[in-house]
């Protein structure tokens, strides 16, 4: 049992893995000898799936990957949100749970899907590119073929340990999935031959990582229009009239109507698009039976008229190598403009959310962006920026979420607080829960928001050790985002709606 459990901190170690956000339990064992361990930072939080955020969002900041470890049966299924986000986004997160081997054990002891239990494993393979069950001794040979399977992945990893002290026959399995598609293509091969295709136009997405120089400058001396995604928005920050031929950015009404109008192909480039992007960025061009060509992310739908192919790209991203020019242009909206005030290095992390605002946000040279899309939960947002602030204490982080959001995950800000990250929150009080609401009523031809009262002022400070403020007008967002900068420390600001329209 001992040489079983000593085998999880060995592979860490081998994988050069600092950061492990935990939540303790059924391996204390394990947690006890990383905690004497100085090389490695173990962060707690109050919520499983706030572990599986707060891991993108350090992953996204960093470019490593950090491990996760979480109590079996409950634990593992409270991250499946979380890790459904990771695969998706190809992001490496190490999941480390215990299981029960032995059957005579109760409900959630039993993880196999006997016993009217959940078959955690199999969920877990669901959402995991490999999967690994141990419960005996590992040797060197085991080891290292754990780490080297986990070191050229871009998928989560699943790593379940049997801590049954009686059983003594013991199993080392892993399940590790291979996607079927097209022969691996070269990439400037490829790029060439597309330069010479009319109407043909190309989606850049944040999965390209460390080939960014090379693709970029490729496309632009063909002067091929380029998209980009609001994640990759740092990766490529230059204005619509690029030189290069950057359109703009997934959304934005200039790149919408250059689809619409003269794009026949779209060639994505390490970004998976779903029917839901399709039918909320370009469903003009999905009407018009436009063909697209998916390169370097996995295939999550079968859609058609989309045809992918593989090329790997780096796994681990490089944020150094960022083309183009800072924006010249200045915006109009006053809310905007404090955003970018400032000399301070800044994050701004937020989720699918209010697509108005999002689409037009511009990002100066040295500003980042973190998005969570996909299968991202209400106030996922917060549980990233801790994550990307604990890996990376150079920038600060303003991260945008509704009341909704706040109130579904607003836990996490324990976090903040406990750790006294560089994060500000700035919930939007809508005082409805419009997520839902606003196809309710397309659909329904009437009102039927829920809604939605935050705690007072007051309470909320107490509660959250932050200092929290309601800001309703842009000067008064100002002083407090003026005051967040040099002292970098967590504050809470609930604005209201009218403040994202705001122009001066």
């Known amino acids: 049992m001992e040489r079983i459990i000593s085998a999880v901190p060995e592979i860490l170690q081998r994988l050069d893995i600092t950061t492990v956000f935990v939540i303790p339990g059924s391996l204390m064992e394990v947690l006890s000898e990383l905690d004497e361990d100085p090389k490695i930072n173990l962060v707690t939080a109050y919520h499983e799936e706030q572990l599986g955020f707060m891991a993108i969002g350090y992953y996204q900041m960093t470019g490593r990957p950090a491990a996760i470890m979480v109590s079996q049966g409950p634990g593992e299924t409270n991250l499946t949100t ?200 370009y469903r003009p061009f999905s009407e018009r039976e436009g063909t697209i060509v998916q390169i370097g992310a996995e295939q999550t739908l079968e859609i058609p008229g989309i045809k992918y192919a593989c090329y790997h790209f780096s796994v681990h991203p490089d944020r150094n190598a960022v083309l183009g020019k800072e924006i010249s242009s200045v915006s109009s909206n006053g809310f905007e403009q404090i955003l970018h005030s400032g000399t301070a290095k800044r994050c701004f992390v937020l989720e699918a959310y209010r697509r108005p605002f999002i689409s037009t946000l511009s990002l100066r040279a040295g500003e980042r962006l973190l998005m969570c899309g996909g299968f991202g939960a209400l106030g996922s947002s917060i549980s990233m920026a801790t994550g990307a602030a604990v890996g990376n204490l150079d920038y600060i982080y303003v991260v945008f979420c509704g009341d909704g959001g706040f109130m579904f995950s607003g836990m996490t800000a324990m976090n903040i607080s406990r750790l006294n990250l560089p994060v500000m929150i700035v919930i939007n009080v809508n005082h409805e829960y419009r997520t839902v609401a606003d196809s309710q009523r397309k659909r329904m031809g009437r009102a039927v928001a829920t809604e939605l009262v935050l705690p007072g002022i007051e309470y909320s400070e107490q509660f959250w050790n932050i200092p929290t403020y309601c800001a309703r007008t842009l000067e008064a967002f100002e002083g407090i985002f003026s005051k967040f900068q040099s002292e970098r420390t967590p504050v809470i600001v609930c604005i209201d709606d009218s403040l994202y329209e705001s122009s001066i």
């Open 82 to 281: 979380a890790l459904a986000c990771a695969y998706r986004e190809q992001i490496p997160v190490i999941v480390i749970s215990s299981f029960q081997s032995d059957t005579s054990r109760y409900y959630f002891q039993d993880t196999s899907g006997t016993r009217h239990s959940p078959n955690v494993r199999g969920i877990m393979e669901c959402v995991t590119g490999t999967c690994f069950q141990i419960s005996r001794e590992l040797d060197d040979k085991d080891i290292t073929e754990i780490c080297r399977s986990i070191s050229v992945t871009s998928l989560p990893v699943y790593i379940a340990v049997d801590t049954n002290k009686t059983h003594d026959i013991g199993i080392f399995s892993r399940v590790e999935k291979v996607f079927q598609r097209e022969d691996d293509v070269d990439i400037k091969d490829f790029l060439h031959s597309a330069a010479q295709a009319d109407h043909t136009a190309f989606l850049v997405g944040n999965g390209i990582r460390n080939s960014a120089a090379e693709i970029l400058s490729m496309l632009f001396m063909y002067k091929l229009p380029v998209f980009t995604t609001l994640k990759a928005a740092d990766i490529v920050t230059s204005s619509y009239a690029y030189s290069g031929g950057h359109v703009g950015f997934m959304g934005k009404p200039e790149a919408n109507e250059y689809l619409a109008q003269h794009c026949m192909q779209l060639i994505a480039l390490g970004t998976s698009l779903s029917e839901n992007t399709l039918a909320k960025w």
